[in-house]
């Protein structure tokens, strides 16, 4: 089946610099993908809908500059997390477009900015 | 209209017993509804899904009842396990983007 492979599973950095997470489709082509944020106990908050070759389309009240979305290929989307403050601590999570309405999510990425 | 509710919050369950988690949703667009299963630290695994042209589906232990008039539907988990405690979310979608009910954190008991 399709996987979808999230890099890394946890991230621990210092308040003030950028943290990059990786979203990459391991058997297929993923023209679509999605980021979500989840907080304890939470359910999944859309945050941004990044597509290859274009610009990512931003949720509302997602700080766009904060949270820079890029899909330069098929296979592959980062999420960088600019200037991070302990606010951003969260689980990310990435999603891709896998057939009809398949949608596969990666493992998730642990953020805790100290 | 862009909201789906899920209940109850949590539930505990005895072993051998039956899981209901319920959800409901507005916008009659959405087309496809999926369940997931999150464990602690990990991402959404699909559980089972329904399209609204059926009322119910049945994969092994797991069971989507379908209401469209109502706009609701459910999950039900059978001869529930302890290996089932996890978060389990409903979803609806009508063009690729997933509107996520609240989660319902499951524990069966041993």
């Known amino acids: 089946g399709a996987v979808v492979s999230q890099h890394p599973s946890w991230v621990i950095c210092k308040s003030g610099t950028s943290v990059k997470i990786e979203c990459r489709s391991l058997?297929?082509?993923?023209?679509?993908m999605f980021w979500y944020r989840q907080f304890p106990k939470q359910s999944l908050m859309l945050m941004a809908t990044s597509n290859e070759g274009s610009k990512a389309t931003y949720e509302q009240g997602v700080e766009k500059d904060k949270f820079l979305i890029n899909h330069a290929s098929l296979t592959l989307s980062t999420l960088t997390v600019t200037s991070a403050h302990p606010e951003d601590s969260s689980f990310y999570i990435c999603?891709?477009?896998?057939?009809?309405?398949?949608?596969?999510f990666g493992s998730g990425t642990r953020l805790t900015v100290v | 209209q862009q909201q789906v509710k899920q209940s109850p919050q949590s539930l505990i369950v005895q072993k051998g017993g039956i899981s209901i988690i319920n959800c409901a949703y507005e916008?009659?667009?959405?087309?496809?509804f999926p369940w997931y299963q999150q464990f602690p630290g990990k991402g959404p695994a699909l559980l089972i899904a329904i399209r609204p042209d059926v009322s119910e589906k049945k994969e092994g232990r797991f069971t989507i009842s379908f209401n469209k008039s109502a706009k609701q539907f459910s999950l039900h988990i059978m001869d529930s396990q302890p290996g089932d405690s996890a978060t389990y979310f409903c979803?609806?979608?009508?063009?690729?983007?997933?509107?996520f009910g609240t989660g319902t954190r499951l524990k069966v008991l041993a």
């Open positions: 916008n009659t667009a959405f087309d496809y």
């Open positions: 058997d297929f082509q993923a023209t679509t």
């Open positions: 999603s891709a477009i896998t057939g009809p309405y398949g949608y596969t």
């Open positions: 979803a609806a979608s009508g063009t690729y983007k997933y509107i």
